[in-house]
């Protein structure tokens, strides 16, 4: 017969230096994925507005025209990665403040 003297672990926190690294390296991430997020809706709402903007400007060239009215067609690309930004940016800070706090969340 055997006893298992198995005793639950309380939940840790991590030590200070870790926790501060922690949070520098999670607000860095929110920080760059809410950026790009934003910057990828940018583009989706932009590229379908160049092409008739810019068939009145003369000091655009044609194949910048070109490739915007290409980059227009796919302006759901950049939508979806625009949300996906964003969304990437909500879980880390989420988890990253679940990791941090001292007591588990219900």
């Given at each position: 017969?055997?006893?298992?003297?198995?005793?639950?672990?309380?939940?840790?926190?991590?030590?200070?230096?870790a926790?501060?690294?922690?949070?520098?390296?999670?607000?860095?991430?929110?920080?760059?994925?809410f950026?790009?997020?934003?910057?990828?809706?940018?583009l989706?709402?932009?590229?379908?507005?160049?092409?008739?903007?810019?068939?009145?400007?003369?000091?655009?060239?044609?194949?910048?025209?070109?490739?915007?009215?290409?980059?227009?067609?796919?302006?759901?690309?950049?939508?979806?990665?625009?949300?996906?930004?964003?969304?990437?940016?909500?879980?880390?800070?989420?988890?990253?403040?679940?990791?941090?706090?001292?007591?588990?969340r219900?």
């Open positions: 017969m055997t006893t298992s003297f198995a005793v639950p672990s309380e939940p840790t926190r991590p030590d200070a230096a926790a501060i690294a922690i949070a520098i390296i999670a607000s860095v991430t929110v920080l760059g994925l950026v790009a997020g934003i910057t990828f809706a940018a989706a709402i932009a590229f379908p507005m160049v092409a008739p903007i810019a068939d009145q400007s003369p000091t655009i060239s044609a194949g910048d025209i070109a490739l915007a009215e290409q980059f227009a067609d796919a302006w759901w690309v950049f939508a979806v990665l625009a949300v996906g930004s964003l969304v990437a940016a909500g879980v880390v800070a989420v988890k990253s403040i679940q990791h941090l706090s001292p007591t588990p219900d």
